[in-house]
């Protein structure tokens, strides 16, 4: 009998039956994610918040897992060994391209995460030894399912939906590790809800108020964690570095550049072996070399993200285009050049989403409702936009009164 | 009114009441322990052991701002408010001098984290201006106290001795983040059996029981978390990558080397600034270089942290000195330096200790004995070693039949 | 330094530091609170849920000390002794009225409980001659408050309102006792939402998610606990059991029965001393006693209470007048006489009430608004209901296909 | 596919799977146990202790349900259905037997609780029949193995040993209900721990400090809860005011009292089918009756215990025979019958217990060893005894200076 255990604060244990995905986990590309955090800049804000990708994804393949115990149960599926390996490894790995500081680091590199998850399970050779080990088709099926491509339906909805082992676990992981409470929902009896037929997943009528509840954790969990203001502060901080650095090489000025760095920076060819050296220690040694750059706005953002002086947010509401370019001229005359210290950011909380990937639930006689036509609740998630401002805190901390009057006080009681 | 609340996983909520000890919070000195994990290398056993230095201080203020709001129910101690933020900061400032990677950097070092704790209190001049706010003998009474010299004894007895706010926040907080129970005692009863009677601590002989828990749940973490043989063996190899590194820099081999790291392993003088650029990114990074060296040694060992493929435990017990020499020479054979590749290793649980630093119960008629009369239990905890033998897992996967037979089966589990 | 500390599953300690409250607790009708259970017949759908109103008034009385503790620290409110022990006595003795399985009893009674509670609080000599130790208007203002005559607004609205010290302990009990996750909310951070201005409570706007999520969570808890369709057959089952009791007294049948529940039935005059003695171990004995009746449907109605064969629901939607005739034909064919055996029920979800008790909320501006403008979230909590239809189980095994299709499958989970 | 679930405070989710068990659930003798608490008086110590026997049963069962998919996969015990039947049927029913407020009742009828479980199990007719559905031999298997006949070793160890499904529920569940933490333990990694070879159960060594700590919690739970002075006294107080009722029918003393509880107080025989109309709620109404009885004793007694004005204890340890005697002077001089008002106690804190009936170690070489042989910590669990005299509160409030001096202040906490 394999059986490896490892012991997780979200799950309890994490059970491995099968020696494909154990050799799957001790892969470099899969423990270069121990050196990537799950939630970004997020710690800035709540200091709990230091969970790694690695843990997250080992979270969403147990998660699948007990998906698999009850769908098996519930309704023979998956009825091939073949394709319960599919779904675990797709749990397991779908995280692999993540860089740095993610969803900041993509707009900077201009390619999303998601790319370099296919590429390197296509590319990446300790990887493609182990997954070849099964057939020679494994890998490229994989990519297909993150692709959703349509032709594993069931386990393209289990990985990536708005029901899936992804959010599941990262919603209770993220609520335990900042110590909010918003991201709970009933686990055990939302797994419990779902079924299989002809390929497709469904929920189970009787269970609307378990997908309800999970719904707004979501919801909740952007409002108060994911959008806080001070972490989008902390993002747009390490953009603007990124962003003076790359300005810099674009300039011909010399800095001090980490190796795995440097391609990202010029805009040259990435290759695989040299964005898995990617990870936040390369990109915090980097602002640790750039705060004593002799470049003084790239030795002051990085410091001020290293001694977390960070930038404070103000809502954009009512700020009309003249204050726009008021505020910038301020900045000018503290010393602040606007290009990097005055910074519109505009943040989506999603909603519920219909078209084409709607929750469908299934009630006892085998009819089937959108849960948007079931739930006034759920009809009420539309998507949102929250605009801000951000500037030095110092700038708020002058007398420009009408300024300060927009601030939210909750940004100050964290910052 | 002044009130900073921070989200916390352990105490649920965090509260600063009193602007001097957020202002030192926001001092880049503290900011810094973000950088440091609390468990150095327990990561690499429990996915989940990230949390930081950083979390912890700010844990320990917490406990130690809860003691004194029962204390000062209790028994009206602390009577005036500088005793309180004495007491305040000397625990959120406890931990300052840590290194990255902790115990093994201070054995490369030579040097005590609590040596540089007490110089960046007196030296680092950001810090020293928020503590010079108070007076000008503030910092130097925060280091009396963190030197145990007897001027302050109430205060470091609660910092620092068997029944400490330093050891009730990382008991809880490591195992949350670990997701193991070993280390759960009830906090709330615990800190209500404290007293405090000229001066000095005692503990209440009604809560003999609650005492009893806590300390065994200490022995429980240090024999399944902290001296996790797959984190001692962690341990190990980074110790062995340092001294490598030091050897060749000691040898004249060019490397490459962070700047900040450079003093420290060539034996130059370190300065507290350039100390306070050490954290655990700078380390990571230059494993990062190293994996990539010219010397296979340093190379092999770094890749082999980076993509944990750690060192396997032996136990000792019965190693004769001729097996010890045995297994070097196998090493050899298998083109292994046995200087870097088969290390021994003490590991110490330690005991409750009596002499000098006792728990002093208290009973309703005001007789004290040390805890160890009253308890058969506390009496069995007494110091233990673990006698180990680090090796790479290639020679026990080798048909070396006796050598195997002596491998814990817990280890294989993890690595 | 007075102080008796209770431990408790929810709030961990429940801390008395006033001998007043202490004495309050130790009446003999706080005590007999100890005999019923929180959530009337829950127990038969949830079998955790067997906490008393004796727990809950101690967590009442705990949520409103550290209310207080808050809004001291925040306000200065209140500013003397006087009103915080009328605050913590209102919180403590608010549900001293409570008859067994309360609401079914009150029904039958025909009088609120809390009309008990104010009869109880003037006219129990034990409990009046603790009150008065404070002063002779003492137990006549805590009426005053629990009858929200507007003398005491803040302290009305903290102890019943849409956020009082009420619902965040019955919630985040409820939540624990029967095992769901659904009622838990943020409590420390609700509690720090609170402020008190001119002798008003309100929340503050930058905790509108935290009073959403508070607001959400009822709504889960009722449609989830609180109506749960087994739940609502068991209080169906119990009011028929002493309807038909209160039918046979009329006719002048003669059936054992305990004597405190006598005047109950017989429409009598109820004195306090007398209301005092009925808990539900004598409710549950009149069962027992019932049970072997010679009244065929008292008996099986009581039998079928003790060994759980309880009421199958059947949604009444768009059961017509006919059909509803149908099914008490149906029944009497069956030999169950409809009177008892087919019963209509509508249960209420509450939704948020705005008009006179709307939560307000007070920006850093001063600024108010009702809850209701600004969460769209919380403008989709209107009251619905739920029209249900209740019949023996055998009737729906019958193969009355028609019926059973209108089944709830949840129920059947459960049953 | 059958499948129940009961959400649960302990365990999340009790899956039944085999309508068997679910059938058993349903009998009247198993719902019962909702009207018999877990901890007996204990609810008058931890107002939260108020789960039933009903719930840790389903609660043993789902343990039991737990261990026997480990064991499956771990060494394919046990091979057929019949015997896994079994097993989950002697978790569900292995306290069929217990009366109210159990081990004081116990003493009164002069007949251990199992003597009644096997009773119930050949007897009681609707269980019979759930029963007889396997085969005819099923009931007296049951009955066997919970006389550990030795005819299913595994099965016996499972259910009554030093670590069986028993105390592995009733441990985690006392836990929550009464919100300490003592008695938690690693329940999913115990459960790994276990393993089955020729039909005897074994520990994993390498578990070793999993067990440890279980058996360190069972020793916390007995000192802190199971054997804490009030819920002695309370139990005292119980068994007092059954011997004055006993005392009054033998000497022919007219007193109200339920039927079912007749004969046990009489002392005639005693059926199944009265046995099991036995419960708390018949017990608690015999107190109302009986506190408004015109002997004075029982009705102090009984008021005693409703208003809970419970006894005080005093510890026994140097108190000799002549002052055992001055206590009764004492009480008799204030108007109480010392045989009712002073009683002694000797409570039994268990220890690890090695005779034919330890745990045995099983190490990766297949080699053997106790428990005991092989923990320090395990060998200090020895067992002790807790000498007590219990008196009326008022005793030790008058002026006996020497008396109130021995009063454990933990005491006073509570009462």
Redesign the interface.
């Known amino acids: 009998?394999f059986?490896?255990?490892?012991?997780?604060?979200?799950h309890?244990?994490i059970l491995f039956?099968d020696p494909l995905l154990w050799a799957l986990v001790?892969t470099?590309a899969v423990?270069?994610l121990?050196?990537i955090r799950q939630l970004g800049t997020s710690?800035m804000t709540?200091?709990?918040a230091?969970?790694?990708r690695?843990?997250h994804s080992?979270g969403a393949y147990e998660t699948m897992r007990r998906v698999l115990v009850h769908l098996e149960?519930?309704c023979g599926w998956p009825s091939d060994p073949r394709t319960r390996r599919l779904a675990l490894a797709a749990a397991l790995l779908h995280d692999l391209g993540h860089g740095p500081f993610s969803h900041t680091f993509e707009s900077i590199l201009g390619v999303h995460h998601e790319r370099w998850t296919h590429r390197i399970m296509l590319e990446d050779d300790a990887l493609r030894q182990v997954l070849d080990t099964v057939d020679s088709d494994f890998a490229k099926d994989l990519v297909s399912i993150l692709q959703k491509d349509g032709r594993f339906l069931a386990i393209e909805a289990l990985v990536s939906s708005q029901l899936d082992v992804d959010r599941m676990d990262y919603m209770l992981r993220d609520a335990?590790?900042?110590?909010?409470?918003?991201g709970?929902?009933?686990l055990?009896?939302l797994i419990?809800s779902l079924t299989v037929q002809d390929e497709r997943v469904y929920v189970k009528r009787?269970s609307l108020?378990t997908v309800?509840?999970y719904l707004?954790a979501r919801?909740?969990m952007y409002?108060?964690v994911y959008l806080h203001p001070v972490t989008v502060g902390s993002d747009v901080l390490v953009e603007n570095i990124l962003r003076r650095a790359k300005h810099l090489l674009a300039d011909g000025v010399a800095i001090e550049i980490?190796e795995?760095l440097l391609p990202v920076l010029t805009g040259s060819e990435v290759s695989v072996a040299s964005y898995l050296?990617l990870?936040?220690?390369?990109l915090?040694?980097a602002f640790?070399q750039w705060s004593t750059s002799s470049d003084q706005i790239l030795s002051d953002l990085a410091d001020r993200f290293?001694?977390?002086r960070l930038f404070a947010p103000i809502v954009r509401d009512g700020a009309s285009v003249s204050e726009w370019a008021a505020l910038r001229t301020m900045a000018k005359a503290m010393g602040f050049s606007p290009d990097y210290y005055v910074t519109e950011r505009v943040s989506t909380i999603p909603g519920y989403e219909v078209l084409g990937q709607g929750l469908t639930l299934l009630n006892?006689?085998g009819e089937c409702s959108d849960l948007s036509q079931v739930s006034?609740?759920i009809?009420?998630l539309v998507p949102s936009q929250e605009h801000r401002l951000f500037l030095p805190k110092e700038m708020l901390e002058s007398d420009n009164e009408p300024l300060s009057?927009r601030v939210?006080?909750?940004v100050f009681?964290?910052l």
């Open positions: 009998m059986e490896k255990v490892l012991k997780d604060p979200v309890d244990e039956d001790n470099p423990q270069r121990r050196r710690y709540y200091h709990g230091e969970h790694t690695f843990a080992l149960r519930e335990l590790s900042t110590g909010v409470s918003y709970r929902f009933e055990a009896r419990r009787q108020h309800e509840q707004l919801y909740f409002v108060q980490p795995a050296r990870d936040e220690s390369v915090l040694y640790h290293l001694t977390r006892d006689f006034k609740l009809r009420t009057n939210h006080s909750i009681s964290r």
